[in-house]
């Protein structure tokens, strides 16, 4: 048995209504084929070798419980379907069928917990691997592409399929948390987040009321920039104020929220991967499972001008301590006072550059549909749910609302300002030639940003 993490309690706090239809997916597309034989042999190794694949749960007085199966009980799901003689059209149709019916197939109680499907056609094949999300996270699926590439070479060589060598298991990793959950170090934590769960923050201006938020009525709005722009947000814009690509997304997602609510406090609730160093001698650096840190963050957009609110918002975000991941721990394992559930209507969450991990000299991202990775009637957690990837060397941001909340026009509207707010601050930025200090960049701690510019100003006259 495995304790839960903080991440999975609240999976089954939230009592989705179909919760063994909540996966993440890839689908793969290989051009010269694959070997059916070597998927299934590479698929096999994966699961013998990552303990969370095995993960089954079960309900024992109201209670949820964790459980590995072991290896020999473990035998990967994988089926081929043969596509050939299809045109695009039917092939397309005929994909999204299956890969829906793979998606929804997914059992709790019984595994497994990853189910992959072949489908071979005369342009190649197409591989698709849906894993219930209880058990993987964006980095887990780093590793398991990684693994599953050097894993396919072996196969291809018949030899051993041998992975790297692993690093600790999730559960001694829960185990861990569980005992970090009563340290001194963050029980500290505690008054940062009760405040931040009081803050009064903008309501969003919906078009219309809801009762409840239902998968099936979402839909999505994309905006992307430029190869060019997109350089620039990555490389350039952070040299005058020493920023991360978060505080420049937050500083254009601040402003477009402030001139849309007429408000300055903007609520977001944020996700990082979780795997801070907050344990030591505890190495999860190859270890699959979900370690996800969901908290809020409240944006004090007040200030007017650029300069004012990147420094305003990198401060913000540097003042979060572990970078999140205490705020789950004490609500959920803790159980601390005043960490009762703050949950702001916006999420973000920048997932970083994908092209390059889900393409290797045999493989690529395919262009098919991957099918509903969430039952449609389960709930949609937020009125607007904002996720920004790089692909194909641009930045795109995705932007998820709710039909019944948000007329589509009201919503292009915004990622409109959102995008003429980033290009406003990449601008501003890469045209600065100073670099400008925040307290963040020194170790004195509690420095404000005032006091920082008094000790500039006195270093300055000094100097004359």
């Given at each position: 048995?495995?304790?839960?993490?903080?991440?999975?309690?609240?999976?089954?706090?939230?009592?989705?209504?179909?919760?063994?239809?909540?996966?993440?997916?890839?689908?793969?597309?290989?051009?010269?084929?694959?070997?059916?034989?070597?998927?299934?042999?590479?698929?096999?190794?994966?699961v013998?070798?990552?303990?969370?694949?095995?993960?089954?749960?079960?309900?024992e007085?109201g209670?949820?419980?964790?459980?590995?199966?072991?290896?020999?009980?473990?035998?990967?799901?994988f089926?081929?379907?043969?596509?050939?003689?299809s045109?695009?059209?039917?092939?397309?149709?005929?994909?999204?069928?299956?890969?829906?019916?793979?998606q929804?197939?997914?059992?709790?109680?019984?595994?497994?917990?990853?189910?992959?499907?072949?489908?071979?056609?005369?342009?190649?094949?197409?591989?698709?691997?849906?894993?219930?999300?209880?058990?993987?996270?964006?980095?887990?699926?780093?590793?398991?592409?990684?693994?599953?590439?050097s894993?396919?070479?072996?196969?291809?060589?018949?030899?051993?399929?041998?992975?790297?060598?692993?690093?600790?298991?999730?559960?001694?990793?829960a185990e861990?948390?569980?005992?970090?959950?009563?340290?001194?170090?963050?029980?500290?934590?505690?008054a940062?987040?009760?405040?931040?769960?009081?803050?009064?923050?903008?309501?969003?201006?919906?078009?219309?009321?809801?009762?409840?938020r239902?998968?099936?009525?979402?839909?999505?709005?994309?905006?992307?920039?430029?190869?060019?722009?997109?350089?620039?947000?990555?490389?350039?814009?952070?040299?005058?104020?020493?920023?991360?690509?978060?505080?420049?997304?937050?500083?254009?997602?601040?402003?477009t929220?402030?001139?849309?609510?007429?408000?300055?406090?903007?609520?977001?609730n944020?996700?990082?991967?979780?795997?801070?160093?907050?344990?030591?001698?505890?190495?999860?650096?190859?270890?699959?499972?979900?370690f996800?840190?969901?908290?809020?963050?409240?944006?004090?957009?007040?200030?007017?001008?650029?300069?004012?609110?990147?420094?305003?918002v990198?401060?913000?975000?540097?003042?979060?301590p572990?970078?999140?991941?205490?705020?789950?721990?004490?609500?959920?394992v803790?159980e601390?006072?005043?960490?009762?559930?703050f949950?702001?209507?916006?999420?973000?969450?920048?997932?970083?550059?994908?092209?390059?991990?889900?393409?290797?000299?045999?493989?690529?991202?395919?262009?098919?549909?991957?099918?509903?990775?969430?039952s449609?009637?389960?709930?949609a957690?937020?009125?607007?749910?904002?996720?920004?990837?790089?692909?194909?060397?641009?930045?795109?941001?995705?932007?998820?609302?709710?039909?019944?909340?948000?007329?589509?026009?009201?919503?292009?509207?915004?990622?409109?300002?959102?995008?003429?707010?980033?290009?406003?601050?990449?601008?501003?930025c890469?045209?600065?030639?100073?670099?400008?200090?925040?307290?963040?960049?020194?170790?004195?701690?509690?420095?404000?940003?005032?006091?920082?510019?008094?000790?500039?100003?006195?270093?300055?006259?000094?100097?004359?």
């Amino acid at each position: 048995e495995v304790i839960l993490t903080p991440i999975q309690r609240w999976f089954f706090e939230k009592n989705f209504a179909n919760k063994h239809h909540w996966n993440q997916s890839v689908m793969l597309h290989a051009a010269k084929g694959f070997d059916p034989e070597r998927v299934e042999k590479t698929l096999q190794a994966l699961v013998d070798h990552h303990d969370a694949l095995r993960m089954v749960y079960r309900e024992e007085n109201g209670d949820i419980v964790q459980a590995y199966k072991p290896i020999s009980e473990s035998k990967v799901s994988f089926e081929i379907v043969d596509l050939y003689g299809s045109d695009e059209d039917m092939l397309k149709n005929q994909i999204k069928i299956l890969a829906d019916r793979l998606q929804s197939s997914l059992d709790l109680q019984n595994g497994p917990l990853l189910k992959a499907e072949q489908y071979r056609t005369e342009a190649g094949d197409h591989l698709l691997i849906a894993v219930h999300h209880l058990v993987v996270d964006g980095v887990s699926w780093r590793i398991l592409l990684e693994d599953f590439a050097s894993g396919y070479v072996q196969a291809e060589k018949e030899e051993n399929i041998v992975f790297p060598q692993k690093t600790n298991s999730f559960k001694d990793w829960a185990e861990e948390l569980a005992a970090f959950s009563q340290s001194a170090h963050l029980l500290q934590q505690a008054a940062y987040w009760s405040q931040i769960d009081a803050e009064q923050v903008s309501p969003l201006p919906k078009d219309y009321e809801t009762e409840q938020r239902i998968v099936k009525h979402t839909s999505s709005v994309l905006c992307e920039l430029t190869e060019e722009d997109t350089k620039h947000l990555l490389t350039d814009v952070h040299q005058p104020y020493g920023t991360e690509i978060n505080d420049i997304l937050l500083s254009a997602l601040g402003l477009t929220m402030k001139e849309w609510t007429d408000g300055a406090k903007i609520g977001i609730n944020l996700e990082g991967h979780g795997r801070e160093d907050i344990i030591p001698n505890v190495n999860i650096s190859r270890t699959v499972g979900w370690f996800t840190a969901q908290y809020p963050v409240v944006l004090d957009m007040s200030e007017a001008d650029a300069s004012a609110v990147i420094k305003s918002v990198k401060e913000n975000l540097r003042r979060i301590p572990d970078k999140g991941v205490g705020y789950g721990i004490l609500r959920y394992v803790t159980e601390a006072e005043g960490t009762k559930g703050f949950t702001p209507e916006i999420s973000f969450n920048y997932l970083g550059q994908f092209d390059s991990e889900v393409k290797t000299d045999f493989f690529e991202p395919s262009a098919f549909d991957m099918g509903r990775q969430v039952s449609e009637e389960s709930e949609a957690l937020y009125a607007l749910s904002f996720s920004g990837m790089i692909r194909n060397g641009r930045f795109v941001l995705s932007c998820s609302y709710n039909e019944k909340e948000f007329e589509r026009a009201t919503v292009e509207e915004q990622m409109e300002r959102f995008k003429e707010n980033l290009l406003m601050l990449i601008r501003h930025c890469t045209e600065k030639e100073d670099k400008e200090f925040t307290p963040s960049d020194f170790s004195a701690e509690d420095l404000g940003m005032d006091e920082m510019g008094d000790i500039f100003d006195m270093l300055e006259e000094n100097l004359k």
